[in-house]
């Protein structure tokens, strides 16, 4: 058997689950986008309703506006934090078995439950919660906090907890990967630590930190159950829009905003993919 | 050893709260879950006891955790043996190129970044579309291969890209057909992280919910229920289930943990002199 056949045969069940379960839920995404909905069932007729719809309205481009929002101040911090952790794992700390054990401890809570994750800031952030009892002690505040729960505040510190960790372990992976020698002819050039860390480790670490940002830009882009739970119900994102159309069964207009969504990740994605070759990476 | 630069100091504190921030939510809801039966959903607590559990156990007024949890299993399982069998396949077949691996590349990408709810949007459509059911082991498992056979082939692809190629010329120099290659030669070596691949595919799958959401059916997984607890319960029930799912996550990695230990301990004891050199 020639070998290319052989390797097609072996990447065929692959392929087969892309094709069934990726490539036609779009295309049928993309066909129901174009239906027309009554309140009791779907129509299959060609119309331009949904967009004229979507694009008309004000909701949709405040929505999106808030969507990057969101995506654009969590990676902001997940960043700043898993490169800081990343960093203090990579070249802080000295043996490998230490570096493997701190780092399955950061990995641990990823196990857990991601809505049992969100609903437990709800005893920390709510107006009789940890956080504003702390803060009524120490005499910061002489009123609870409101704004701590179900606000845009939790909705952010949410993902920040939830998807850091998908930026420290692109970054630590690289980092290991930095041949140690350049640091050393850094600093024996005369390179103090800030200077080796900007000029020579935040350079090479730059794939890593792209494909963590890709992961938390999506992940941040595509959620719905963070918003509503942590928003309480009073913010929304594109992935909010959608799941509120699901639930009201207007699939076609839900199917609209999905391929706008799916356009405008792909947009995003296209960009960050031009500053690093993934499959280089790996 | 040369000393800790100060830098070494403030890291290493920066480290340690962002362990508080990771551990402390669900730290706090483990003890909360041990509130009195007057308790409420935060602090002071009301008495401790195991009511919530109890409450959890017996009454099933929530739902049907335990159908749910029994499912939500299976599904992990199935997911995880396809993910393991398929991205090995797909990891030995992308060693070489065949025609179309750069589009297939692309396409799994797309899945990996690709918004959840689309997929569960769309397969969803499809199946009510064509008639079909959907049903947390047809169209629920399929969805969740989307995000679980990604990531295996990821993994495949870090391990492969750093697989001795040396090991398998010696093997055909020796004698052995292509399987008995794999199967004596390349499974054994990059076994440890097919265990790696193994844990991935199952936590995805048993933690999945937005691609899980329209392609489930009737049934609920797990996720599924404790998402419609948050809706509508609000005693402190839904951290005892928390404190629970958590508990059962760290068995599971126990679990996997012991098998690499094992499997570790068994090569170890084969005696392999591999790497030893003859000196």
């Known amino acids: 058997m020639p070998k290319s056949l052989k390797s097609l ?42 967009y004229e719809f979507l694009f008309g309205s004000p909701v949709t481009y405040k929505v999106f506006l808030n969507t990057f929002k969101y995506a654009l101040i969590t990676w902001a911090f997940t960043l700043a934090i898993g490169f800081t952790v990343a960093y203090f794992l990579a070249f802080h700390v000295r043996s490998q078995n230490m570096q493997i054990v701190l780092f399955l401890l950061c990995t641990i809570p990823f196990w857990t439950s991601n809505i049992i994750r969100m609903i437990s800031w709800i005893p920390f952030l709510g107006r009789n919660g ?37 930026m420290v372990v692109p970054i630590f992976n690289t980092m290991m990967r930095i041949d140690r020698s350049l640091i050393e002819a850094a600093r024996d050039a005369g390179a103090s630590g800030p200077q080796i860390l900007w000029n020579v480790i935040v350079p090479l670490t730059k794939p890593g930190i792209m494909i963590g940002t890709i992961f938390v830009v999506t992940l941040v882009m595509g959620d719905f159950i963070t918003v509503r739970i942590m928003s309480g119900s009073q913010s929304a994102n594109v992935g909010r829009l959608i799941s509120n159309d699901i639930a009201l069964l207007q699939y076609p207009s839900a199917a609209a905003t999905a391929v706008i969504l799916l356009i405008t990740v792909l947009m995003v994605i296209g960009i960050l993919l031009r500053f690093v070759d993934i499959r280089k990476e790996l | 050893m040369e000393p800790r630069p100060r830098s070494f100091y403030l890291l290493a504190a920066f480290f340690g709260l962002f362990l508080l921030f990771l551990y402390g939510p669900t730290i706090t809801i483990a003890i909360l879950s041990f509130q009195g039966p007057q308790g409420g959903l935060t602090f002071p607590m009301n008495g401790t006891s195991v009511y919530w559990f109890k409450d959890l156990f017996e009454q099933q007024a929530v739902g049907d955790i335990w159908g749910s949890f029994r499912r939500s299993f299976a599904l992990g399982f199935m997911v995880m043996v396809t993910t393991v069998v398929v991205s090995v396949m797909g990891g030995l077949a992308f060693r070489s190129r065949f025609p179309g691996s750069g589009l297939l590349f692309y396409l799994i990408i797309t899945s990996l970044v690709i918004p959840s709810i689309l997929i569960s949007l769309g397969v969803g459509l499809m199946f009510s579309q064509s008639g079909m059911k959907v049903h947390w082991a047809t169209s629920g498992y399929g969805s969740q291969l989307t995000w679980t056979l990604p990531f295996g082939l990821l993994i495949m692809f870090a391990v492969f890209n750093r697989f001795d190629k040396s090991y398998e010329e010696a093997a055909r120099d020796l004698g052995a057909t292509p399987w008995q290659t794999i199967r004596h030669v390349v499974l054994p070596i990059i076994g440890p992280s097919l265990i790696g691949v193994a844990l991935f595919g199952f936590t995805l799958s048993y933690d999945e919910f937005a691609r899980t959401l329209l392609t489930a059916g009737s049934y609920n997984t797990l996720p599924l229920e404790i998402y419609g607890m948050t809706t509508n319960v609000t005693t402190p029930v839904l951290y005892a289930l928390g404190t629970l799912t958590t508990v059962f996550s760290f068995l599971m990695i126990g679990v996997f943990l012991l098998l690499v230990t094992l499997t570790a301990r068994r090569k170890a004891k084969a005696g392999s002199d591999a790497g030893k050199g003859m000196v």
Do not use: K
């Not at chain 1, 609870?144 to 993902?159: G, K, N, R, T, Y």
């Open chain 1, 9 to 50: 045969l072996m990447v065929s069940p692959l392929a087969a689950v892309m094709l069934v379960f990726l490539v036609l839920p779009i295309v049928m995404i993309a066909i129901v986008s174009f239906w027309r909905a009554t309140e009791f069932s779907i129509i299959p007729a060609f119309s331009f309703e949904n």
């Open chain 1, 130 to 166: 940890i956080a504003n009892s702390a803060l009524l002690s120490m005499g910061v505040i002489d009123q609870p906090v409101e704004w701590l729960l179900f606000s845009d505040f939790a909705v952010i510190l949410a993902f920040v907890h939830l998807y850091t960790l998908f």
